[in-house]
């Protein structure tokens, strides 16, 4: 590639064929490093990304420490090691490209959470422990300046400008250590009285724990001046501080290793024993946990989220607990954190994360999973949209109506009253009621009781021509259950949908089905019978009041008046016996009604 000015770099202007756009530079992170730190975006996408830039020319003694930091972030990868995603290298610059991150710095200035810089200690400490025990590999640059947080507020190591492999010919940080930024203060003491050499002869992990240990006085006291300063041990954690004074003892054989700290910090009342770093090591480590160890994990989590910091649940804990959910590491028991952590997501970001996972969660067979989204459908039921809940949700969750398990089925019916009102015409009209009509002859009693209610509640989002076909024929037939319960119900929903009826519906399809369980075995029945028969007559007298007085035909009509004159008669001498009959029946009714309506009353 040919050579470019690092104000073009800067500006990432006039690359074509670098895929990222570059930022505003990150003015508390310079004067700490050999690099400049820059926020950036992918142009493909809008991705956020940090940018490292390093001018070749204005720093030419220092290119070797640019050069080495370079092929480490390419070569070397760990969780806890800062991201690499891209880099330019030429003879005016060196460009590395990273996941998105902000300098340890600024968290440590806003953010006074012991948990939260307990668990960057250990994060720290474990990406040392790899390097040092795994690939014998000396950092020789841990300090504040070389830490930085990324969105969940999780700290990543980087500053890889003295990391050396002493397998290494010609390892880096015995020749140029001393190039480094501040480089005499951050120097270990075997370092500061002889030279960068003196390592050749000790372990791999001295200098890095020394200066781990410089870093932890820090974390908790702010920058030091001299090494001197190290001693003071005030605002370390208690627990830590014999851990503490090994690793920055000025003796390199009595020097405690990184490995050994956290070996110490993670036994039974040790300083890493602390419910957020023992979550986030349980959620890291799920694949291989025990179920029942799952469930009182679980249980726990539910009840910690709340005193841990919002990044952390949304960033970190969130994503780990999806997967897990996902991929069936989890169960069915991951769900409820999962929903109460997404409450303090974004609309945007709860479609995105939380939405994408419930959706292919409902796909799912498995009962426990099924089971516990029906019945967590409550708590993120208004974060669904109509067309999800229609397109993506609803025909799997009708796969629970003919469920084997009664659990499941019933379950089923209960989530319609949620997902009722986004359903669409055709939904509720049609697919929903086929399953309901087979609900109300199912073999449990109760499965049959729960369809009738809710038939009854979800009554009102069906249309006028299925009110009329569905709903009489539908509650009546349950007045005929020989499960009480469920004859109450149908009474009920009777009653409570008693304005979508007609007056020829009310007195000759639903108060003779009703009339017939006045007198039920069960009290329960008949107390509801009489109320729900109180409800349609009121009913029909509102409805009678508004009929006509008559629908005999007008008799004053002069055509065929003799032969009107001769029915006249007999249909008067016929009224005149009948009006007596009919005067004496109504009357003996309506008093008999009167009566039972007032005691009723």
Known sequence: ?????????VLGKDIPSFPYNIGEKVDSFEGFSIWSLHNGTKKEDGTPVSVFTFDCNKQRDRLPLAKNAFK????????????????VESETYIYIVTEYVSPLKDQL?????????LWGLYKVGNALKFLNNDCSIIHGNVRISSI????????????????SSIKEENPVIYTYGGLIVESAKYASPEVSKNSWNILKEQEVWVTDSWNYGALIYEVYNGEFASAKQLDNINSIPQVMCDQYRQLVATNPKLRLSI???IEDGLRPGGFFQNDLVQINLFLENMNIKEAKEKEIFFKKLNNCIDNFPEEICKYKILPELINALEYGSGG?????????IGNSLSSAEYEQVVITAIVKMFAIPDRTIRLSLLESLGSFIDKLSNKIVNDQIFQHVTTGFTDTAPIIRESTVKSILLLAPKLSDRSINNELLKYLAKLQMDDEPGIRTNTTICLGKISKYLNDSTKKKVLVPAFTRSL??????ARVAGLMALAATSEYYDATDCATKVLPCVSLVLIDKEKPVRIQAFKTADTFIKRLEKLAESMPDTAIPDPNSTENSSSLAVASNVAGAAASVAESWAGWAVTSLTKKVNRWIRSRR
């Open 72 to 87: 480490k972030f390419r070569t070397i990868r760990h969780p806890d090691l800062l991201k690499y995603l891209d880099g």
């Open 480 to 485: 005929r259950d020989p499960f009480p319960h």
């Open 148 to 163: 930085f947080t990324n969105k969940a507020g999780e700290w990543k190591l980087a500053g890889f400008e003295l990391m």
């Open 259 to 261: 490995s050994s700290f």
């Open 332 to 340: 069915a028991k991951v769900l409820p954190p999962i929903i109460k």
């Open 109 to 117: 200035n806003l953010c006074e959470d012991n948990y939260l810089k």
């Open 1 to 9: 590639m040919s050579e470019l000015s690092i104000s073009r770099v």
